[in-house]
């Protein structure tokens, strides 16, 4: 009964998209999504904000904001790159680059990290796991805990630096520096692309990861209370 009524009321929604590789001008996909969402008025009354987590081309951005130019025109988007995006991206469209930071989005706290494990010895938003551990103790978020993180890769709790070996590239097998931050900053939720499917689960501090694929809402409420909806209207939990 509870969670029947806090769906009833207002709360701060967010559209997440990741990974959409250059598809989004051959189909739909985008437009259907958000109008089947259960949150009531057009598509600009659904959403507040829209972050993006990576892997997403200049011509899917412009798909984005043909939807939704309010959002745009507001200064109400922001992202991190992924292993296969181009920088300067953002700021041709006005993104708020998250990287390393942190923004107050309505009251909510909103880091970022972008790209992957490193997998090739060429230049793309990528670490290396002993950089990434360096990365996350040298963020300065002012001594405030972010309420979500934001990140391409997911992070990798498995980790563990081997004295004067060497390491190996690797691909898809998320970023112990990420973990690393989330325990540093006490962050207890995760949201990120990267691998191409919806999927929840409990880190071993405790907090939450969440991947998604390739657009969902978040849905927050005042007391901080959220649900994630994948492309199908359906719940990730």
């Known amino acids: 009964m509870l ?3 806090r769906e009833k009321r207002p709360s701060e929604n967010f559209l997440l998209v990741a990974d959409t ?15 089947i969402i259960g949150i009531p008025g057009s598509a ?3 959403y507040q904000h829209i972050l993006l987590l990576g892997d997403i081309s200049v011509n899917d951005i412009e798909c984005i904001r043909k939807l939704l130019p309010k959002l745009f025109e507001k200064g109400e988007v922001y992202g991190i790159y992924g292993n296969h995006d181009s920088k300067k991206t953002f700021d041709w469209f006005g993104i708020h680059d998250l990287h390393g930071r942190m923004a107050h989005v309505s009251g909510i706290k909103i880091a970022g990290w972008e790209g992957s494990s490193k997998y090739k010895n060429e230049r793309f938003p990528s670490m290396l796991q002993s950089e990434s ?6 963020i300065s978020i002012c001594g405030e805990s972010p309420d979500l993180l934001i990140s391409h890769d997911k992070p990798r ?20 520096g990420i973990y690393e931050y989330m325990k540093i900053a006490d962050i207890p939720v995760n949201i990120h692309g990267h691998y191409h499917t919806n999927y929840a689960k409990q880190l071993p501090n405790g907090s939450e990861e969440i991947c998604i694929f390739p657009f969902a809402c978040l849905r927050i409420w005042k007391d901080r209370a959220f649900r994630i909806y994948d492309m199908n209207g359906k719940e990730i939990q």
């Open 3 to 5: 969670d029947f009524f």
């Open 21 to 35: 590789h250059n598809q989004l001008q051959n189909n739909d996909d985008l437009e259907k999504f958000i109008n």
């Open 44 to 46: 600009h009354q659904k």
């Open 133 to 138: 551990i360096q990365y996350a103790k040298s």
């Open 157 to 176: 709790t498995d980790w563990v630096k081997k004295e004067h070996a060497l390491e190996i590239l690797e691909h898809h097998v998320g970023l112990a």
